[in-house]
């Protein structure tokens, strides 16, 4: 019995180094393959090692109080499934607001999948905060001008909304497919 609690843990720690360690011998091996790199390679992997230390404590704390603030059921009635409209204009304008980088938007989407948001949902957040920013869309109207601004982000948000659904169509058909398969021992 306790040998099974400890290979869990073990699995999960291997599963989760599993990706660094090929990144790291394709990386190896790149740079010895192409050396004049190695320089370059290794400065902008620091840079980007000293950035991600001073933003992940930050964006954990802020993580643990959103999991503590916010609760299961505010996140199922206005970005669960049977969210609707409301969902996906909230997910959009939640999205929109930010301005930091997208790798801090993933832990916000890992808490509110837990707390039961709709797949659709947080695939529009996501994407939302990929490519709709208002600081962004400020930038956009003073450089390329209003038309260009306004249809770029129509456009943006009605693809935005259709790959949000559509991946969980796509998801939901999966996990059908899935359990069907199980259920018939294939």
Same mark, same amino acid.
């Given at each position: ?52 230390? @001073?933003?992940?404590p930050a964006v954990m704390i802020l993580m ?54 709709? @797949? ?30 306004v249809a770029r982000l129509i456009l943006t ?30």
């Amino acid at each position: 019995m306790k040998n099974n609690v400890r290979e869990k843990p073990r699995k999960g720690i291997i599963k989760d180094i599993a990706p660094l360690l090929v990144t790291l011998i394709i990386a190896i091996i790149l740079l010895s393959i192409f050396p004049a790199r190695q320089e370059a390679v290794l400065k902008i992997s620091w840079d980007f090692f000293i950035e991600m230390g @001073t933003i992940l404590p930050a964006v954990m704390i802020l993580m643990g109080l959103f999991s503590v603030w916010v609760s299961k059921e505010m996140v199922v009635k206005y970005l669960g499934k049977t969210s609707g409209i409301k969902g996906i204009s909230l997910a959009i304008f939640f999205g929109a607001l930010p301005t930091g980088s997208l790798y801090v938007a993933f832990p916000v989407a890992s808490v509110l999948i837990k707390k039961g948001a709709r @797949t659709s949902n947080i695939i529009i957040f996501l994407s939302a905060w990929a490519c709709i920013k208002i600081p962004q869309e400020m930038m956009e109207l003073q450089f390329l001008g209003p038309k260009f601004m306004v249809a770029r982000l129509i456009l943006t948000i009605i693809f935005v909304v259709i790959m949000g659904l559509s991946i969980e169509r796509i998801i939901e058909w999966s996990d059908k497919k899935a359990g069907k398969t199980r259920a018939s021992g294939l």
